[in-house]
């Protein structure tokens, strides 16, 4: 995971694949995911504060993807504080 993560933060043209391959990989983990899941929404908080509006985009996606997999592993009030995260960001100039 730590590999995948740290992957992830190479988004470039590839960005949707390396997307796609990451979502991939939490969900096939599942639960075993857990101990990780903090350390993803905080690389997804930063990826959220990117100038860059295609990084904020797959940052956003990201959330989608492995909402799934927070719910399984009873992280409600992390998926609640991202859900806080996304609304804060409606407002600003966010695609």
């Given at each position: 995971?730590?590999?995948?993560?740290?992957?992830?933060?190479?988004?470039?043209?590839?960005?949707?694949?390396?997307?796609d391959?990451?979502?991939?990989?939490?969900n096939?983990?599942?639960?075993?995911?857990?101990?990780?899941?903090?350390?993803?929404?905080?690389t997804?908080?930063?990826?959220?504060?990117?100038?860059?509006?295609?990084?904020?985009?797959?940052?956003?996606?990201?959330?989608?993807?492995?909402?799934?997999?927070?719910?399984?592993?009873?992280?409600?009030?992390?998926?609640?504080?991202?859900?806080?995260?996304?609304?804060?960001?409606?407002?600003?100039?966010y695609p």
């Amino acid at each position: 995971v730590d590999a995948s993560l740290t992957g992830s933060n190479a988004f470039g043209k590839e960005g949707q694949v390396m997307l796609d391959g990451f979502g991939t990989v939490v969900n096939a983990l599942g639960e075993r995911c857990k101990p990780y899941l903090k350390q993803i929404a905080g690389t997804i908080k930063w990826r959220l504060n990117n100038k860059a509006p295609s990084v904020r985009m797959q940052a956003a996606d990201l959330i989608g993807r492995i909402a799934i997999v927070m719910k399984a592993c009873s992280e409600d009030q992390l998926m609640g504080h991202m859900g806080v995260v996304l609304y804060e960001y409606l407002g600003e100039e966010y695609p």
